[in-house]
């Protein structure tokens, strides 16, 4: 397969049209026609489903829609990275970060970076520490900023200096919303919406202690707002970490006893990187651990 042409395929397979795809790309669509139909025959499987207006992903068409994004994404990334190394550091950094107080302190060591070497520029994902462990493994991302409780055996890693607070996010109307903290017999009998991670869900079960058992969990997921959103309309409790974000009708009251949870900045151990990528983790160390 030539990454070309996978680009060709990933182009029909958004447009669901060879005529759109082929003028987008400044091909016939005779040609662009021949060349999927080479790679189905390479792949020995057929990618489409063809009607006269559109043409649609088959399910072996959908996986390869998925491995093609991220062969494509790589390739482009090795590709920068080659046509960086010149007298001047220059080239792209991909850093993954969830949602977290500490991603405050991870712009400001972009920011520190950056003016020192303005043509360095940065494409950062958004995910939970699995989605960023992950891409982090697939070679997608150089360095990704994680969330305890996670393995980091494989990697390289820097302690931040910010601590993660646990609390809720609730309605103001609530009569949790007036206590200055919420112990876990407080939580035991309402809705709560839970992280999706199963291993800060372990820690936050451990928290309840023996109230644990009897919780009423009524959702779960990885994005606060749409979990805010939610927990408004419902009246749930979202268990989260104080990201200092304002949530119309919302507010969170921080947990008793408390908990926290740190944040780690990793890279893996045995990856070669660009230049760039190489020079922004050098300053990393040196600016956690107050060198800089």
Known sequence: MEIRVLKYFLMVAREENITKAANLLHLTQPTLSRQLIQLEEELGVSLFRRSKHR??????????????????????????DFQHRQEHLAGAIA???????????????LTAFQKENPLVTFTIYSGNSDNIKERIERGLLDVGLLQEPVDIAKYSFIRTPIREEWGILVRR?????????????????????????????????????SYAENLHITASGNLLYNLATLARDSGSCVLTLNLDCQYEGLCFVPLSPQMESGTVLVWKKTQTFSPAASAFIAYSKKYITGII
Request: proline share 4%.
């Open 55 to 80: 043409i649609i992903l088959t399910e072996d068409g959908m996986l390869l829609r998925r491995r093609a994004e991220e062969i494509v994404a790589l390739a482009d990334k090795t590709k920068n």
């Open 95 to 109: 850093i993954g970060s969830g949602e977290l107080r500490s991603s405050r302190f991870l712009t400001q060591l």
């Open 173 to 209: 109307d609530s009569a949790l919303a007036a206590k200055a903290r919420v112990s876990p017999g407080d939580l035991a009998s309402v809705p709560l919406i839970m992280p999706a991670r199963e291993n800060v869900q372990n820690e936050l079960l451990n928290w309840f202690g």
